[in-house]
T-cell receptor, first 114, second 109 residues
Framework: QVQLQESGPGLVKPSETLSLTCTVS??????????WSWIRQPAGKGLEWIGL???????KYNPSLRSRVTISIDTSKNQFSLNLSSVTAADTAVYYC??????WGQGTLATVSS | QTVVTQEPSLTVSPGGTVTLTCASS?????????PNWFQQKPGQAPRALIY???NKHSWTPARFSGSLLGGIAALTLSGVQPEDEADYYC?????????FGEGTKLTVL
């Protein structure tokens, strides 16, 4: 069964770029016509879809975040990544990666603070 | 600004039946919105329950079912168990973008 694991720095300074990686195991990221998503959840609040990427490299982003988000994929490493630029305290959240919203990682907390 | 609305909270007795709903500010929810439902317990990642309106994952208990009711997506729990106490989120597709509902806190009491 496919498993996903998020990784990245837990602390980012305001105005800098948050970079997270999702490592996929138990299957090849490039096999099957799947899309791979990033979702986030501020403490005590609801879920917010950030964006997704297909194995082809095609992307879709949340319109409210589009100007700051880049999602990329590295099939050779079985990983996909999230870059969120110009972060503020409002970007502090648990960040999840998922395969088609079916299989989810455990989440990683990213805190924006100086 | 599109909003996906769910009941903020619901309470159900063990063994009872409860329906959670998911409405879109853009109008009637149809199969083309591919409604998904998720369960999230404290400190855990969300768990997928239902996809494309009424399809269950292999791990979804039989007591959970999804449907469309008069232009609203619905998740029905029949024979509620204490372990069903959790937050529930719906997810809708808007032609290239996805949006989660605000979530429903379900209390089993």
């Amino acid at each position: 069964q496919v498993q996903l694991q998020e990784s990245g720095p837990g602390l980012v300074k305001p105005s800098e770029t948050l970079s997270l990686t999702c490592t996929v195991s138990g299957g090849s990221l490039s096999s099957g016509n799947y899309y791979w998503s990033w979702i986030r959840q501020p403490a005590g609040k609801g879920l917010e879809w950030i964006g997704l990427i297909y194995t082809s490299g095609s992307t879709k982003y949340n319109p409210s975040l589009r100007s700051r988000v880049t999602i990329s994929i590295d099939t050779s490493k079985n990983q996909f990544s999230l870059n969120l630029s110009s972060v503020t305290a409002a970007d502090t959240a648990v960040y999840y990666c998922a395969r088609e919203f079916t299989y989810w990682g455990q989440g990683t907390l990213a805190t924006v603070s100086s | 600004q599109t909003v996906v609305t769910q009941e903020p909270s619901l309470t159900v007795s063990p063994g009872g039946t409860v329906t959670l709903t998911c409405a879109s500010s853009t109008g009637a929810v149809t199969n083309g919105y591919y409604p998904n439902w998720f369960q999230q317990k404290p400190g855990q990642a969300p768990r997928a329950l239902i996809y494309s309106t009424n399809n269950k994952h292999s791990w979804t208990p039989a007591r959970f079912s999804g449907s469309l009711l008069g232009g609203i997506a619905a998740l029905t729990l029949s024979g509620v168990q204490p372990e069903d106490e959790a937050d529930y989120y719906c997810l809708l597709y808007y032609g290239g973008a996805w949006m989660f509902g605000e979530g429903t806190k379900l209390t089993v009491l």
